[in-house]
């Protein structure tokens, strides 16, 4: 493995998860997580070389509505600036990559979008192929609920078993203040509750919620100056799968399987079971399931600790979930998760989705120290 | 500024599109409409591909021969719908969605069930439910949906 | 039969039908419902003082928050603008007409707006127009309230005063 250059998260803003913000659009939730990110570091604007965001153009309902958040970005004197449709995530792994080319030494990730002002369910349909998958109406909650079956009828794993894993992710969420379901829940109430899509119950899913959210990445030399505890980022990497649901093993993960590997690899880690935390974007208990068989991370397993955020169960901005992630491991590793601390965490991994079914999968794997020295 | 009374607007976003499908899933769907028959296509890396796009999804080569495979198959995965959503679901009443490999196939295609939702699971054997002929369209649900033969 | 027809189904019809719930977010519902009484409002830069006008939360140029409201006139001069020859679905005007670049008294940026009783080739970079209103009792707090701009007669406005607000 040749020597990479040290790259860090040094600050990450995020707007509390709400169902439906009454009072700002989803660029004006962005600005003030935008001013926050960059007060934290102590720099203007002006330091920062680049700006990348991730957001959807048919949540937003807008066609190019993703321009908008350039007023919100600080985007004058003109900047060098990308947009990428995927979770903002995707556009933190693409902003890494430009600093390993050398083109910037700083960016500005952003995530941004209000869930509430479109239906998902029927927006995320259109990620299907129109031919064959889209017209029969599949939405992303029942081809969830059919990775679901498939992995049940696979492992044996119980409905018990999923509301028990729901639990654990609810209790951790009553700890974390930027979350959007602050009460805890035991697994006899969530088992209890109906069919949101058989076999997924209301209670194993996330609500619809919105949140806006800012992260800023620096390079050794300037991380340092921005921030005492940055994250420094050991190995990354993504892969994706097919696109037809039924030429795909659901109950598996391959991709995220070689992603973890190649991530790991990178990061000079020999198990993801030797880092303290991991943050799953994991929408069911089953897709958690799934990414931990991938992983090789027993679940059953007090560590490492599974989405000590409490996980996108508890709070699921679209096109930001993943971002979040990477977020709450730098707050971990940076001493600033507050209530939900993983006490003397060294190490993480963090992990985005995109697509139906976990379709293409990103991990990052992070540390305190840096990885080349 | 001070909270404010919020301001909303309903808005619909209406686009018509006709996707041109070319030469393999046009003929898969002519193949649904004039023969009432069900063809897969052989792909490298894939086997038999049922509904084929005319290229493999593992390598990117190009298709191969023509496969027929039965109307019959056996359920790899069920999702119940519940609560149907208007305007995106097929029904108005409970159904669920299906990965059926169809007999003859390496792929399971994505379809639904109408009834007999209580025998569907996976491992159940299917066939499938054609439109009538003055109703087939040249689109997948020219099979109407699949029904339980054995469970 | 080998194979299934020759002859392909050209193309499968899909209509996306999405529904949207928008909020105006309070910056932009204060902007509107004011123009209800008749005012249009602006938001000044802390930064820089500059004034946008519809208002916005921050500055996209300093990055500043844009805290105050002010209020701007509802008169203000042509920067620049275009004479409309072609039909635009969804809009029933009279064709030939002008849209125009306004920078009202007050802003340091511009609207659009259409500009009407005049001929369209009396209209003129500098040109002084005010805006003309619904009635009262029919305004409703959107930009519909504004019917359009039209000449006020007032001694054409120096270039020096409005090439910067284009």
């Given amino acids: 493995m040749s020597r990479l250059r040290n790259v860090a998260v040094v600050a990450f803003a995020q707007a509390p998860v709400v169902a439906r913000d009454e009072h700002r659009m989803a660029t004006e939730m962005l600005y003030p997580q935008v001013r926050r990110a960059l007060a934290d570091c102590g720099v203007e604007r002006s330091a920062i070389d680049y700006q990348v965001a991730g957001s959807a153009d048919y949540i937003d309902g807008r066609p190019f509505g993703f321009v908008g958040a350039l007023e919100v970005m600080g985007s004058w004197p003109p900047t060098q600036d990308l947009h990428l449709e995927m979770d903002a995530a995707f556009a933190a792994h693409y902003a890494w990559i430009r600093m390993q080319a050398g083109d910037c030494d700083t960016a500005l990730v952003c995530g941004h979008g209000k869930v509430s ?10 990620e299907l192929d129109p031919y064959y998958q889209a017209p029969i109406g599949l939405d992303p909650l029942a081809t969830a609920a059919l990775q ?79 921030c005492d505890r940055p994250a420094w980022i050991h190995g990354t990497d993504q892969r994706i799968e097919l696109q037809t649901l039924g030429a795909r093993d659901l109950s598996r993960s391959p991709s995220a399987r070689l992603a973890a590997e190649r991530a790991l690899a990178m990061a000079g880690a020999t198990s993801a079971a030797d880092v303290d935390l991991v943050e799953l974007s994991a929408a069911t208990p089953v897709e958690e399931l799934i990414l931990c068989e991938a ?6 397993r007090s560590s490492p600790a599974l989405n000590p955020s409490g996980g996108p169960l508890v709070g699921h901005p679209l096109m930001m979930t ?52 | 500024m001070s909270e404010f009374p919020p301001l909303h607007q309903e ?50 080569s190009a298709g191969e021969e023509w496969v027929e495979v039965q109307p019959t198959g056996t359920v790899t995965a069920v999702a119940v719908v519940h609560e149907p959503i208007e305007g995106l679901h097929p029904f108005t009443t ?25 025998r569907l699971r996976v491992g159940a054997r299917v066939e499938a439910v054609w439109a009538p002929d003055d109703e087939r369209q040249g689109t997948i649900r020219d099979i109407a949906c699949f029904r339980v033969v054995a469970s | ?79 620049t603008f275009c004479i409309v020859n072609i039909p635009v679905i ?76 284009l």
Wanted: proline share 6%; aromatic share 6%.
């Fill in chain 3, 1 to 79: 039969m080998a194979e299934p027809p020759v002859e392909p189904i050209k193309y499968v019809d899909a209509l996306v039908r999405l529904p949207y719930h928008y909020v105006a977010g309070d910056c932009r519902a204060r902007y509107l419902r004011a123009l209800k009484d008749k005012k249009i409002l602006g938001a000044r830069c802390s930064q820089t003082g500059k004034v946008f006008v519809p208002p916005l939360v921050n500055s996209p140029e300093s990055l500043a928050p844009t805290d105050e409201l002010v209020e701007i006139a509802d008169r203000g001069v042509v920067t």
């Fill in chain 1, 117 to 126: 002002e479109g239906e998902p369910r029927r927006i995320l349909n259109l």
């Fill in chain 1, 148 to 226: 679901a079956s498939a992995f049940m009828a696979r492992t044996g794993t119980t409905d018990r078993r999923l509301a028990e894993i729901a639990a654990r992710n609810r209790a951790a969420g009553a700890r974390n203040p930027d979350v959007q379901v602050r009460s805890s829940a035991s697994a006899d109430e969530l088992a209890r509750t109906p069919w949101a899509v058989e076999p997924l119950r209301t209670g194993y899913v996330p609500p619809l919620g919105e949140s806006a959210v800012a992260l800023i990445l620096a390079a050794e030399g300037k991380a340092e100056r921005m």
């Fill in chain 3, 90 to 165: 969804g809009r029933a005007l009279e064709l030939p007409y002008v849209v125009a670049s306004i920078a009202l008294d007050g802003a340091d940026i511009s609207i659009h707006a259409l500009v009407q009783e005049c001929k369209p080739d009396e209209v003129r970079m500098g040109m002084r127009v005010e805006a003309v209103w619904k009635p009262d009792g029919e305004r409703e707090g959107s930009h519909e309230d504004i019917l359009h701009f039209r000449p006020t007669g007032e001694p054409d406005m120096p270039r020096d005063a409005f090439l910067n607000r």
């Fill in chain 1, 295 to 300: 992983l090789g991370i027993d679940a059953d």
């Fill in chain 2, 11 to 60: 808005v619909v976003l209406e686009f018509p599109y006709k996707h041109s499908t070319g030469p393999v899933i046009g003929r898969f769907l002519a193949g649904l409409k004039e023969q009432k028959r069900i063809w897969g296509q052989r792909v490298r890396g894939q086997g038999v591909v049922v509904p084929p796009l005319g290229y493999s999804e593992v390598d990117g």
């Fill in chain 1, 322 to 373: 993943g971002l979040i992630r990477l977020g709450e491991a730098f707050r971990q590793l940076a001493g600033r998760a507050g209530d939900h601390a993983v006490a003397g965490a060294r190490r993480a991994i963090a992990h985005a989705t995109n697509g139906h079914c976990l379709q293409q999968n990103l991990f990052w794997v992070l540390g305190t120290e840096r990885r080349w020295t």
């Fill in chain 2, 94 to 118: 409970s159904f669920a969605f299906v990965l059926v490999r169809l007999d003859g196939a390496d792929t399971a295609l994505a379809h639904v069930v109408k009834d007999d939702l209580a």
